[in-house]
């Protein structure tokens, strides 16, 4: 896929944004960050103004832009928001879900218990969002998947932070993605929110 000069950094710094590698209250230079990705300043801008559209950064007189830090009102506020938001998507996938997709999303829960067991917990996060994020689409393809992740990448999660470093965390999280998979076997909308709401809120009071 092919991407303008602005989609790729764009791209790039809302990866480093969201994955905290770029941190809260850092200030982003846009002459710094043209010469590190080897482009002009004019694209530069144009990402920076849709950063600062996304809600991730901020310009404050005298500072320039400066990546929004976000305290733990916004964390609860985040899985809040997430909850409802993926709860809907897995409800919607419960009637909407082919046989092809249920496989995926087996194949995919089938992968991450290997990493488990196996103990390679670091690509555990990345997997579990594309779970997550397979179910939004499969539930709301015109929007509601779009909208699931403009919510995750609102608010930055360090690598080291993720809950699926963790192993007991992770069995718990696993468990219930299987019975989220079960629910949409099923065709269960109303079981398939429950839990994905529960999950979710789960995740937020062990972050919190």
């Known amino acids: 896929m092919w991407l303008s000069k602005a989609d790729y950094v764009y791209s790039v710094l809302l990866e480093e944004i969201r994955t905290a590698r770029i941190p809260g209250g850092t200030a982003l230079r846009a002459a710094a960050v043209a010469e590190r990705l080897g482009v002009s300043v004019t694209p530069v801008r144009e990402a920076l103004r849709r950063l600062e559209k996304d809600r991730l950064i901020s310009y404050e007189p005298h500072h320039g832009a400066t990546v929004v830090d976000l305290g733990p009102e916004a964390l609860e506020e985040f899985y809040g928001v997430r909850a409802v938001v993926e709860g809907l998507g897995a409800r919607l996938a419960a009637s909407r879900i082919t046989a092809p997709q ?23 996060g990345d997997k579990s969002r594309d779970f997550h994020l397979a179910i939004a689409d ?47 076997q099923a065709g269960d909308g109303a079981e398939a929110e429950q839990v994905m709401i529960a999950h979710v809120r789960q995740a937020g009071l062990a972050r919190g």
């Open 102 to 124: 249920l496989e995926s999303l087996r194949a995919l829960h089938a992968s991450m218990a290997a990493d488990l067991a196996g103990g390679a917990l670091e690509g555990l």
């Open 138 to 184: 499969i539930g709301g393809p015109a929007f509601l998947g779009q909208h699931a992740r403009a919510v995750r990448n609102s608010f930055p999660v360090p690598a080291s932070a993720s809950l699926w470093l963790d192993p007991e965390q992770a069995r718990r999280q696993l468990d219930a993605h299987e019975r989220i998979l079960a629910a949409l």
